[in-house]
């Protein structure tokens, strides 16, 4: 057998792998929802409660949360990239990421608005490595600045399961432990070629991590801004210390949008920081509605047109 293939099978048999363990994380959370009827109840209760100012103020975070995905992904290439369809890409992945398991959603969006813009497979592959790296990188930075220069949030990192922060180190080790072997080395000195590439340009390079940490920020500032509408007095260092280590937690685990991972690891990040049981549970259930389930079905007519329009 060739390697070509033999390469379906190889695909075949990763989908299904990552088709098990979604499963297995989804059947886990509705074992979890099942087991919490009752704090789940309370958690829906206050949410309907909730300031409409700051549910409003949560809501500009969400929006622009996809213009800063738009930003970050034209740092991660030279070639200029058209602004409008770029942003409605990245409103069409966010949607698409909902439905396949492991970001594989939001990645073969991105793979196609690239290759219609005219980039080569392995230079569109290497642009999403970058963007991806990057965000994890200023996940781990953010964190690292939150804990030295708030003292408060190091009582929440020792309340949290360290299963949740050695997670996102341990995969990171993997990842460079595959990227040096031999077979793929000639592959990561290309991929580090178009990384200087990017930097030695100011403006890409200001736009990629600038628009990284924007992004990180403002997601975080969903979750901030709904603990404030349930009338939640969590420090605001607390809080976004609970997103940045629920979501990197949560990247290692290949559900939909995170589906599961994403809501059990932010509810415990977020109790760890001192919240009830019923207004975390408020806060995920906020963060989840404004972040996924209502820009949904817009995101996936926004996602229907473009394919219509061969821009994917």
């Not at 404030?228 to 629920?246: E, F, K």
């Amino acid at each position: 057998m060739t390697a070509t293939e033999s390469l379906p099978i190889t695909v075949g048999r990763r989908l299904y792998f990552q088709l098990g363990i979604t499963l297995i994380v989804l059947a886990a959370a509705g074992w979890m929802l099942a087991a919490h009827r009752a704090t789940l109840d309370s958690g829906t209760d206050r949410l309907a409660a909730a300031d409409g100012e700051w549910l409003v103020l949560a809501c500009v975070a969400a929006v622009a949360t996809w213009v800063c995905a738009a930003v970050a992904q034209q740092g991660a290439v030279i070639e200029r990239l058209p602004r409008g369809r770029l942003v409605a890409a990245q409103f069409a992945a966010g949607a698409a990421n909902h439905l396949l398991p492991a970001g594989a959603g939001a990645t073969v969006v991105n793979l196609r608005f690239l290759a219609r813009c005219g980039l080569s497979a392995r230079r569109s592959a290497t642009a999403l490595a970058v963007k991806a790296a990057v965000g994890g990188i200023v996940r781990c930075a953010l964190g690292v600045a939150l804990l030295v220069a708030s003292p408060g949030t190091v009582h929440l990192s020792a309340r949290v399961p360290h299963v949740l922060v050695l997670l996102p180190v341990a995969a990171g080790a993997v990842v460079l432990a595959v990227a040096i072997s031999g077979r793929l080395r000639r592959e990561v000195s290309r991929a580090f070629a178009d990384v200087r590439d990017v930097h030695r340009c100011r403006a890409r390079a200001c736009a990629l991590w600038g628009g990284s940490v924007a992004f990180a920020l403002l997601h975080a500032g969903v979750v901030v801004a709904m603990v404030h509408a349930i009338g939640l007095g969590l420090p605001a260092s607390r809080v976004v210390m609970a997103y940045l280590v629920a979501s990197g937690a949560a990247a290692l685990l290949p559900t939909p949008g995170g589906l599961g991972s994403l809501d059990a690891a932010l509810a415990l990040a977020l109790t760890a920081a001192g919240a009830p049981g019923p207004a975390a549970v408020s806060t995920v259930l906020g963060y989840r509605l404004l972040t996924g389930w209502l820009p949904m079905a817009p995101g996936l007519l926004v996602l229907a047109l473009l394919a219509r329009r061969s821009a994917l």
